[in-house]
């Protein structure tokens, strides 16, 4: 049984590929889900117009329905972006996109009270709340799928840092002479651990050696991804083994960071790359007990994570029932932060 959580809400994923809604009752059963391609090349405005449509179409259903009517929306969005004034400031995965003040769009469009939220923040409130981590006080959410992104909770409070930006596990940097990371600087645990990057490497295994297994599969499949370095690991490519092996390692020397410098009781692990590969995990245990400091490293438990595409709505139950009630969060009446 999940306790009571204030209003329901409306939650929003803005995702590269998709928007997906849902209406979220106090109980925390989700309702009236929708979802409609992303379709960024289409720009901004047409985005943002999407929103304002799947969360009207999501509340007039959800009143239909007799569900309880939403305290407000909140978004999940890609970082990096500024929740507390509610502006999308410029994701990697959203061409386009820079300083949108996506919170005031919606609001203005819908009426309700609107919030915006980095996707692994909400992700962490969600498995604390509700999943793996749950009633722990310090914890952290890591995905593992196309990129490295990460959640933290600290003394019960999410981590995010004075400009918003805090919890970017996955540009720890884990290698100083390592491959370039999408941000362009060297040897980050995404530009070696993530689905990108093992595609990466795959791509280059394939060329240098074409009689692999990889290569084998390459030429009956459309393109080299993590998944089939995967498949060719497991049919017993040695070289593709050694390619998941070092992305392990990378994110197990992340993860023992994150041990010594937070010293948290769970780390959940999401993502499509942590649910398909088990060894991942195991590869990471091993890793944080040997790079760690022994104490935080004998607490930590590691986790697979309990929710998957819903992780990133579930965290608006309770976070935008806190979200109205804090003054931080009040755009109206906050004053606007200067710049420095
Ligand atoms: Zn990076």
């Known amino acids: 049984m999940v306790e009571a959580a204030g209003q329901a809400v409306l939650a929003i994923d803005l995702g590269g590929t998709q928007i997906r809604a849902a209406h979220i009752s106090p109980d925390l059963t989700l309702s009236c889900r929708r979802a409609v391609p992303t379709a960024d090349e289409e720009g ?52 386009g996109w820079h300083d949108v003040p ?20 909400v992700a962490i409130v969600t498995e604390r709340r509700y999943g793996a981590a749950r009633g722990s006080r310090d914890a952290v959410y890591v995905t593992v799928s196309t990129g490295i992104g990460g959640g933290v909770v600290v003394d ?54 074409p009689s692999s297994t990889l290569a084998a599969l390459a030429r009956d499949a459309e393109e080299v991804d993590a998944a089939l370095v ?20 990378a994110i197990g020397a992340m993860a023992a960071s994150i041990v010594n410098l937070l010293n948290p009781e769970v780390i959940v692990f999401g993502g499509s790359i ?46 935008l029932n806190e979200r109205i009630a804090d003054p931080a969060f009040d755009r109206v009446a906050a004053p606007k932060l200067e710049e420095t």
């Open 102 to 121: 996506l919170a005031d769009r919606v609001e203005a469009a819908t009426g309700l009270r609107t919030f915006l939220e980095r996707d692994t923040n």
């Open 44 to 95: 901004v405005d047409a985005v943002v117009d999407r929103i304002c449509d799947l969360a009207s179409d999501v509340r007039h259903q959800a009143a239909a329905s007799g569900l309880p009517a939403p305290a407000g929306i909140g978004i999940s969005s890609p970082g990096p972006l500024d929740q507390r004034r509610g502006i999308v400031v410029a994701p990697p995965n959203l061409s």
């Open 156 to 209: 019960g409070h999410e981590l995010i840092g004075v400009d918003g930006t805090a919890g970017e596990v996955g540009h720890i940097t884990v290698d100083l002479d390592g491959p370039l990371c999408g941000d362009g600087q060297p040897g980050h645990a995404e530009a070696i651990g993530s689905g990108t990057a093992i595609a990466r490497e795959g791509r280059a295994l394939v060329e240098r050696d």
């Open 274 to 319: 942590s649910v398909h590969r088990p060894d991942m995990l195991e590869a990471v245990r091993r890793e944080v007990s040997r790079r760690a400091f022994p104490i935080p490293a004998r607490r930590v438990r590691l986790e697979r994570a309990q929710h998957s595409d819903d992780v990133s709505l579930l965290g608006w139950l309770p976070l």
């Open 230 to 249: 995967s498949r060719a690991a497991d049919a017993g490519d040695e070289a593709a083994r050694a390619i998941l092996d070092q992305a392990w390692i």
